[in-house]
Each structure stands twice: as C-alpha cells, then as structure tokens.
C-alpha cells in the first residue's frame, strides 16, 4: 500500500514538475527529503515490529569476498544495461529522473553537500530496507525468490513515478534484490545502492 500510493503520486504529478536538475542545490530539497524518508523509514519499522530478520539486518550468509563478487557482477551487468538504454532512441533516463545536476554551483556547496547525504546514504539506507529487506522477505516467503526478486525490481521502479527510466530502475531494482538474495543480508546492496547514486552525482556534476 505504502509504494503503490507513492507511486501513484509520483505518476499524477508526472510532466507537471519543472526542471528539477537543480534541486540539489536548495535546502528545501533537503528538508522535504529528508521528511519524506523519516515517514517511510516510519512505517517501515511499524510494519516489521521490530523483527530485525524480516528487514535482513544480520550478518552475510556468505563471506564478504563472495558477496562482493556477485555485487561486482551485478553492478556490471546493470552498467552494459544502462549503456544500452543510453543508445536507444528514448529520452535520457538520467536527466528523466532530475536528480542529478548539469553544472557545479559553488554558491549553494552547502545545500550541494546536505543532498549528497540525502541520496548517498539516507535514500539507498531506507529503500534498502522498504525494498530489499521487508518487501524482499515477505514476498519470497510467500512466493519463494524469484518471484520476490522479479516484484520488488517492478515495486522499485514504479516507486519512482516516471516512464523511460524504468528501463533502468527495474533491473537495478531486480540486481539489487538479487544480491539480497545470495547475500542473505540488506548491507551489500545498501552499499552498492549507495555507490550509484554518488557515482551518478559526481558523474553529472564533473561533466
């Protein structure tokens, strides 16, 4: 209920919004965010009821070495993907999504450095836990992994509320999912999740 009414806001509001590759220099950006993520961080733990095995807050199932190999070849096979959707004669995902900046304002590097924290580390910290650890665990409990990994991509995606980035935001969603999944834990993928975003960041703003 929770990702179906944010994604069904998202998608009502969607072409109405202004250019918003520059709303990581205002603070606002970082206040709204910043409540927004409180609120599903919120419900969140009030749906787990402080079971810590249903949001995959434990050790690696594996060691480390071997769950970074499948984040690595995660992380490599989403890459090629996004290269590919890059060359298709659709609208740029990256700048649908509005998150990252065209230019470096020096002016507002405070603002710059609040959102970096938003989408780096409380952003991928909480729809970790929505996504691949609550959501991950219910569903494969109920429908067993795939499945599970195949719903949360789809969930993550819409959660976003736009059209051609979901071309990216799907498998992004479903490798993150699957790195749950062999990982048995919500902290690889929190790190990987954390990883694209800045790297999406710094990748804009060096440009």
Known sequence: MLVGAVAAINYAAYGTQSDSSEEIYHWSSFGNGT????VVLGLTLLVAGGRRELLALRPLSVPWRKAAGV????IVAVLIWEYVVVLLPVEDPGKEQGLTPTHWEPRHAGAFAANVLLFV?????????????LGYTLLQTLFGAL???????????AWHGLLWALLVLVPFGCALAYIRYRSGSIYPGMIVHALFNAFAIAAAVLS
């Open 35 to 38: 409540l927004f993520y409180a």
């Open 71 to 74: 984040a690595g070849g995660a």
């Open 121 to 133: 580390v409380i952003a991928p910290v909480v729809e970790e836990l929505l996504f691949r650890g």
């Open 147 to 157: 499945p599970a990994i195949l719903v949360v991509g789809v969930a993550f995606g």
